[in-house]
């Protein structure tokens, strides 16, 4: 409506003027407006309605304004908004019994924070406090938030000009055969190779030196590198012999988005010690994270206090979305649909773009969590945009897949398609369309 669109035009002049942005340079970004939201579409300050195949963040599992978790929300607003972590609320503790059950192994107590960098602060706090030990080993080629200790562990150009000095973070190179790092040439030898450049690396950093390992059971902005068979048991393995903890994060690829409830899942059998977790947990309706706490670690705590702690653990709306959310994602089969649609239309339909685009270099996926990779020549790899950086034309392609009412989750050389989990399969094949069509630009910029 015209009202509408004069609200949106006035949000995006106060917003110039006085909202203060994530990564960004203020004065280079031209934010779009987004005005009103239902299931997988929004709509910007223009009124164009456009296909969410970003889940904003990789958020949104559920879509946007599911009517229970909404009314959930609504319902424990008129109930009791918020309260102190220290009093018992039984938002919070059916959230913390749904995630205890849901989560693989004795995790079954769970520390709820306000999102997913706060979760690894805390998980890396309780692996050292219950190992005595100090150092932590991460991947490169991995996000795990923007607070002080989650961007120094992270694995991507991010965590750069955030570096003050690596306090004991040891980073260590995942399977990527696309890019190996190993010189090698098949999965198999990739998987060998990597765990055993980590068993090196733990030996000359000093074996009994680390408290934890931390790492995306499917790493997510870094690219959706699949890890190859046996690649999870193995760092498993490793973690216990080196007397580590095993902190999985699946703030990103867990609740679903891999087609199953957690990303672990996908190697038989391996369990985490901590796991952390939020985006998903409640589709982002309200801010949740927060650490499921494997018993042995929580048996640390038993006696001993747990030195942390947060005004909003366990808030009572965030509970209540994720109680509503967890509910509906069962009822409605959305698990079951995102691992349907992996196998059935992304897996195939995205393997016939990279047949018939030369600009593709690999696709690469499970679920409702692809990746597709832009190269500007198949043989020697070179991506289309720098690592770390944009270039003109993924600029453009991000530009196209707007213009035909595609919203794409892009980072630097990837464009990747995670779309609600509930997404209709028409709408993920209209979205697949719209990217066949930008994707003759891209092939443009090949040589
Ligand atoms: N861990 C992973 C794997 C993520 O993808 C993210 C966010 O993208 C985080 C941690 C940080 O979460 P938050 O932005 O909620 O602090």
Redesign the pocket.
């Known amino acids: 409506t015209e009202e509408e669109l004069a609200a949106g035009r006035r949000a995006y002049e106060l917003d110039r003027r006085h909202v203060f942005h994530s990564w960004s340079a203020q004065k280079q970004i031209t934010p779009m407006t987004i005005t009103r939201a239902e299931g997988s579409y929004v709509w910007d300050g223009e009124g164009r309605k456009l296909l969410d195949f970003s889940s904003q963040?990789v958020n949104t599992n559920i879509g946007h304004q599911h009517p229970k978790v909404v009314a959930a929300i609504q319902e424990q607003a008129g109930k009791l908004c918020t309260i102190a972590p220290q009093y018992v609320n039984d938002a919070r503790s059916e959230a913390a019994r749904l995630v205890s059950e849901l989560t693989p192994g004795n995790l079954d107590t769970v520390f709820f924070t306000n999102?997913?960098?706060?979760a690894?602060e805390h998980a890396i706090r309780m692996a050292r406090l219950h190992t005595g030990r100090y150092k932590v080993l991460s991947a490169y080629r991995s996000?795990?938030?923007?607070t002080a200790l989650?961007v120094n562990v992270t694995g991507d150009p991010r965590r750069i000009p955030n570096d003050y000095g690596t306090s004991g973070t040891v980073h260590f190179h995942i399977p990527f055969l696309y890019r190996s790092q190993f010189h090698a040439a098949t999965q198999e030898e990739e998987v060998q190779r990597a765990l055993e450049h980590l068993e090196q690396l733990i030996l000359l950093e000093g074996p009994g030196a680390f408290a934890a390992l931390v790492l995306?059971s499917i790493p997510?902005?870094a690219g959706i590198m699949v890890p190859p068979p046996g690649y999870l048991a193995g760092v498993r393995e490793l973690t216990r012999k080196y007397g580590m903890v095993f902190i999985a994060?699946e703030?990103?690829a867990g609740f679903g988005r891999s087609g199953k409830w957690f990303a672990v899942e996908h190697a038989d059998g391996v369990e985490p010690d901590l796991l952390?977790f939020?985006?998903g947990v409640n589709s982002g309706y309200v801010p949740l994270?927060g650490v499921a706490i494997s018993d042995e670690i929580a048996g640390t705590f038993a006696n001993s206090p747990y030195p942390g702690g947060l005004t909003y653990s366990g808030h009572p709306l965030a509970c209540a979305a994720a109680v509503a959310t967890i509910n509906a994602m069962r009822d409605e089969g959305m698990v079951e649909n995102a691992a349907n649609l992996g196998e059935t239309v992304f897996g195939p339909g995205l393997a016939e773009l990279a047949r018939k685009h030369v600009s593709v270099g690999e696709v690469r996926g499970t679920g409702a969590f692809w990746a597709i990779e832009f190269v500007k020549n198949r043989e020697t790899r070179e991506p289309l945009a720098p690592y770390g950086g944009s270039s003109p034309a993924m600029n453009e392609l991000i530009a196209a897949c707007k213009e035909r009412g595609l919203l794409p989750f892009a980072n630097f050389n990837r464009i990747h398609v995670v779309p609600p989990l509930n997404i209709t399969e028409e709408d993920a094949r209209t979205g697949l369309g719209i990217l066949d069509e930008v994707m003759a630009i891209a092939d443009g910029y090949t040589e």
């Not at 999102?115 to 706060?118: E, K, N, P, Y």
């Not at 996000?143 to 923007?146: D, E, K, L």
Request: net charge negative; aromatic share 4%.
């Open positions: 963040l999102g997913g960098a706060d690894i996000y795990h938030g923007g989650a995306e997510g902005t994060d703030v990103m952390t939020a985006k994270g």
